[in-house]
């Protein structure tokens, strides 16, 4: 059995599940670049129709952040890109076309011709990186004879493809998408899936992920620990993730003043989330914070895999 060392605790597991989008590869850089591209045909094809796609909507549809040249900057790691299936993400599109003014054929028509177009754009650019630290640790599992798979939330072919696009496909004996079960995340399927292939009790398995559905996932599995990999947190989020989580537990113990208003006063400074998000008094910062209300249900959180370790152990 494996030992996999943490900040929190050291845990015996037997195989490792990873989420895929923030977990082993840089979100933004694949699905910036798809969200860019499809919103940007999106509000095209509505024009060419007389349509007119509201600005307000473009971050709301689907959990992004974007800057005044409408590049995605940021994103909500419990929104709908984030957590949310491919299917989801084209009704929640097919629905807003309908509400402008679509039939729900012409509109469902429009998604699948944006889709094509966004597809064929991350083809051709591959626009992959790793996260930091990633293939060393991945490195030193496979040197330990760890068993590892892919649980995501897209689909499987496409996971494939951006692990190749990677260069780590070969680190997993299973990849699964949530085209391969009746349920994805949070919903256990995936993780029970995935342990049945590379032959392990889910309840000596880790999970690995980004997003607060990764953890639910590992939960309902019944898996040994839940990881929550914190690192894209940037700056804004952070803060005002601490805010809203500071706002909550201030309501509880009676302390909402002073925190609230520090909490407010770091989303407000510089964009450094360790200095400009410490929040003073109450000795927590913004990135602390947003790691509580991110990945509520985590069993532990790291800002990188340089935290994480990996030996052999004996039965």
Same mark, same amino acid.
């Given at each position: 059995?494996?030992?996999?060392?943490?900040?929190?605790?050291?845990?015996?597991?037997?195989?490792?599940?990873?989420?895929?989008?923030?977990?082993?590869?840089?979100?933004?850089s694949l699905w910036g670049s798809w969200g860019e591209c499809f919103l940007d045909q999106f509000a095209r094809r509505l024009e060419q129709r007389g349509l007119?796609?509201?600005?307000?909507?473009?971050?709301?549809?689907?959990?992004?952040?974007?800057?005044?040249?409408?590049?995605?900057?940021?994103?909500?790691?419990?929104?709908?890109?984030?957590?949310?299936?491919?299917?989801?993400?084209?009704?929640?599109?097919?629905?807003?076309?309908?509400?402008?003014?679509?039939?729900?054929?012409?509109?469902?028509?429009?998604?699948?011709?944006?889709?094509?177009?966004?597809?064929?754009?991350?083809?051709?650019?591959?626009?992959?990186?790793?996260?930091p630290g990633l293939v060393p640790f991945l490195d030193a599992c496979a040197s330990q004879g760890i068993p590892m798979a892919v649980v995501t939330a897209d689909?499987?072919?496409?996971?494939?493809?951006?692990?190749?696009?990677?260069?780590?496909?070969?680190?997993?004996?299973?990849?699964?998408?949530?085209?391969?079960?009746?349920?994805?995340?949070?919903?256990?399927?995936?993780?029970?899936?995935?342990?049945?292939?590379?032959?392990?009790?889910?309840?000596?398995?880790?999970?690995?992920?980004?997003?607060?559905?990764?953890?639910?996932?590992?939960?309902a599995a019944g898996a040994a620990v839940a990881i929550g990999i914190a690192g894209g947190v940037t700056a804004g989020l952070a803060a005002s993730a601490a *805010?809203? &989580?500071?706002?909550?537990?201030? %309501?509880?113990?009676?302390?909402?003043? !002073?925190?609230? $208003? =520090?909490?407010?006063? /770091? *989303?407000? &400074?510089?964009?450094?989330?360790? %200095?400009?998000?410490?929040?003073?008094? !109450?000795?927590? $910062? =913004?990135?602390?914070? /947003?790691?509580?209300?991110?990945?509520?249900?985590?069993?532990?959180?790291?800002?990188?895999?340089?935290?994480?370790?990996?030996?052999?152990? /004996?039965?």
């Amino acid at each position: 059995m494996i030992e996999l060392n943490t900040p929190q605790g050291n845990y015996p597991v037997s195989a490792i599940l990873f989420d895929k989008d923030g977990t082993l590869l840089q979100f933004l850089s694949l699905w910036g670049s798809w969200g860019e591209c499809f919103l940007d045909q999106f509000a095209r094809r509505l024009e060419q129709r007389g349509l007119s796609f509201p600005e307000l909507h473009r971050s709301s549809l689907l959990g992004t952040v974007h800057d005044a040249a409408g590049r995605i900057t940021d994103y909500d790691r419990n929104g709908p890109l984030a957590m949310g299936t491919m299917s989801d993400l084209y009704a929640i599109l097919s629905w807003q076309g309908y509400t402008l003014g679509l039939s729900w054929a012409e509109a469902v028509e429009l998604v699948d011709a944006c889709r094509n177009a966004a597809d064929a754009m991350l083809e051709q650019s591959r626009p992959v990186r790793p996260l930091p630290g990633l293939v060393p640790f991945l490195d030193a599992c496979a040197s330990q004879g760890i068993p590892m798979a892919v649980v995501t939330a897209d689909e499987t072919a496409a996971a494939e493809s951006h692990l190749r696009w990677l260069g780590i496909r070969q680190y997993f004996t299973a990849v699964i998408g949530t085209d391969q079960v009746e349920r994805g995340k949070p919903f256990p399927d995936m993780a029970l899936l995935a342990c049945g292939r590379l032959g392990v009790s889910p309840a000596e398995a880790a999970v690995i992920g980004d997003t607060n559905g990764d953890m639910r996932m590992a939960a309902a599995a019944g898996a040994a620990v839940a990881i929550g990999i914190a690192g894209g947190v940037t700056a804004g989020l952070a803060a005002s993730a601490a *805010a809203e &989580g500071l706002a909550a537990n201030a %309501g509880r113990n009676g302390q909402a003043a !002073s925190r609230v $208003t =520090a909490a407010a006063s /770091a *989303a407000s &400074g510089s964009g450094d989330a360790h %200095g400009a998000a410490d929040v003073g008094r !109450s000795g927590l $910062t =913004a990135d602390m914070q /947003a790691d509580g209300v991110l990945l509520p249900d985590a069993d532990c959180v790291v800002s990188s895999y340089a935290e994480l370790g990996v030996r052999r152990i /004996a039965r």
